[in-house]
Structures are given as C-alpha cells and as structure tokens.
C-alpha cells in the first residue's frame, strides 16, 4: 500500500536487479508515513545525497537521505527540509518533485513543484549552502503555467544546469492531443 524507494543494479544498464532490500521507507508517525515519491540523487564527493517528496497522507514535504553505498540509507533528523507555507502561499497544500542542482560554489538550488489546493501545482525554487535547510523564493517561477493533475499522487521533476542554462523536465498528464508531454 505505501511507496517507497528501491534500489536496482545493472552492469550493463540493459538487464536489472532489485536490490534484496528496500532502499528507503516510510517512517510510522512521521511527517513521511503515507509514502515517499520521486528522488532526486546527486554524488556528492564520496556518499550519495538523495531528496524525496514524502507524505503524512494530507501534505507532501520534501526530505533528504544519504548513503555511502547507494543501498542503504540514512534520513536526516531534521526533515523535513522543506514544507509548504502555512496559510495563504501558493503552495501552502504541500510540496514534492525534487530536483537538486550543485552550484558551482559548493551550494544548492532546490527546483520543487508546491501546491495551493492539492491540484494545480507550480515551479518553485529553494536555495541551501549545505542541501538540508532552505530558503525559498517567495513566489513560483514565472512564466512556466501550472499542471493539474488526476488523483492524489503529486508530479515529479528532473533539472540540470549544464554550461549556465538551466533543463527542467516535468511530469505532464496526457493532453486532449494525442500522446503524453513533459513541460
């Protein structure tokens, strides 16, 4: 019933393996106990450095994990690292879809999708010198539209800033048009 994240290994990136354990769960109680969604992992000298969306079973918040090996992992004791805002902000319904960008200065920006009504999510972005406390934007990213989606499972996000352009990539639910998208 609940989600959670799995590790799988390939040698030659065409036959894969499940790992014998899960990689990361739900924690009873906690601010992640209804399921963790979309990781977002980035090498960080020698461990693994993973932020995931998790979910109490009303609001989504962002976390992070590290590892040394991949497969096991370590939460970080004070996630979550990112919520929603309380009250009127654009996303005070919660927050999900990672994507971590390492600066050229050794800092962080968080590319995240919030919600205001549990529906509609927009691009947000957060800043961090040391990946775990952020500092949010205080409105979306401009000029990128919202993306509704069906059901209660939030969207996911890939970003990359590669020769001083930032990619951002996004779950996008089929369209009346034929095939499926990412905005």
């Not at 800092?107 to 919030?114: A, C, E, H, M, V």
């Not at 509609?120 to 509704?148: F, I, M, N, Q, Y």
């Not at 939030?154 to 996008?172: F, K, T």
């Amino acid at each position: 019933d609940f989600w959670h994240l799995r590790t799988i290994t390939s040698t030659d990136g065409l036959g894969w393996s499940p790992a014998a354990n899960v990689a990361l769960t739900q924690t009873d109680g906690s601010w992640d106990q209804a399921g963790i969604w979309s990781p977002a992992i980035v090498a960080d000298g020698n461990r693994l450095r993973l932020w995931y969306a998790g979910s109490d079973g009303q609001t989504w918040a962002i976390g992070t994990a590290t590892s040394r090996d991949g497969l096991q992992w370590e939460k970080y004791a004070g996630n979550p690292g990112l919520r929603g805002d309380v009250g009127a902000g654009w996303d005070r319904s919660g927050v999900a879809g990672p994507a971590v960008i390492v600066q050229p200065d050794g800092s962080y920006t968080l590319i995240y999708l919030g919600t205001g009504d549990g529906a509609t999510w927009r691009v947000g972005r957060a800043h961090s010198a040391d990946g775990l406390v952020w500092v949010k934007e205080s409105e979306p990213v401009p000029d990128l539209g919202t993306h509704t989606l069906p059901g209660d499972v939030p969207p996911a996000a890939a970003a990359i800033l590669r020769e001083g352009v930032y990619r951002l990539w996004l779950d996008q639910p089929p369209s009346t048009e034929e095939g499926q998208h990412i905005g």
